[in-house]
């Protein structure tokens, strides 16, 4: 069994920093490609940022130029670097992977989210 566990949400100022992580960890498994999404209550989930096995990215438009997705493949890990923080991106943030394990083929696997609060 595969579990994708996140980390690093917390509150933080408008125009401030804050970067998040999420590791997978298992037994015979492949990452393919990786992602963030966010969601606020009453409100479907919104893709942020996907990032393939390669390094090739891609944004959302609301986050273009101030979040920087990465992926460290040798430790399983993903990064959501979040800059210039807004109060509109306050919202839970999830991790997504595209994963491999010999047991349940490829599917999706998703974190437990982690909550990210911008305010003054």
């Known amino acids: 069994q595969v579990q994708l566990v996140e980390s690093g949400g917390g509150l933080v100022q408008p125009g401030g920093s804050l970067r998040l992580s999420c590791a997978a960890s298992g037994n015979s498994f492949n990452i393919y490609a990786m992602a963030w999404y966010r969601q606020t209550p009453g409100k479907q989930r919104e893709l942020v940022a996907t990032i393939t096995r390669s390094g090739t990215t891609n944004y959302a438009d609301s986050v273009n130029g101030r979040f920087t997705i990465s992926r460290d493949n040798a430790k399983n890990t993903v990064y959501l670097q979040m800059n210039t923080l807004k109060p509109e991106d306050t919202a839970v943030y999830y991790c997504?992977?595209?994963?491999?394990?010999?047991?349940?083929?490829?599917?999706?696997?998703w974190g437990q989210g982690t909550q990210v609060t911008v305010s003054s």
């Open positions: 997504n992977a595209d994963i491999w394990t010999i047991a349940t083929a490829r599917r999706a696997y």
